[in-house]
């Protein structure tokens, strides 16, 4: 049984920051680029960040770009996003998932790439990451 599983989220305070991790069973990460996302409610999910399988190239959305550093660790299986700074608004559910495709491709809107959720066949249960003082 494929299995993504996340953990590393909590309750923090704003300017605070949070290590996110993935971890994988039963395939090789490596061959896969890893995905993060975020949803709240009544919202679309939306994709916050990507690093490529071979870790040469790394994806943020602009909701996190330049508070957030993703990375993996093939040799363990692993994902993570580091987040600073953390804000309110990035109170949300975060997901990890895989993209067989291992590149991270998205799409062009505008002048923005976009992480497609089409890219990703697997994904874990997500962790809850609540910012509040």
């Known amino acids: 049984q494929l299995q993504l599983v996340e953990s590393g989220g909590g309750l923090v305070q704003p300017g605070g920051s949070l290590r996110l991790s993935c971890s994988a069973s039963v395939f090789p990460l490596g061959d896969y680029a890893i995905g993060w996302f975020r949803q709240t409610p009544g919202k679309k999910r939306e994709g916050v960040s990507c690093?490529?399988?071979?870790?040469?190239?790394?994806y943020y959305s602009d909701s996190v770009k330049g508070r957030s550093t993703v990375s993996r660790d093939n040799a363990k299986n692993m994902g993570y996003l580091q987040m600073n700074s953390l804000k309110p608004e990035d109170t949300a559910i975060y997901f990890c998932a895989r993209d067989p495709g291992g590149t991270c491709a998205g799409y062009v809107i505008g002048d923005r790439i976009v992480l497609s959720e089409a890219d990703f066949d697997a994904w874990g249960q997500g962790t809850h990451v609540t910012v509040s003082s």
């Open positions: 690093i490529s399988s071979s870790a040469d190239y790394t």
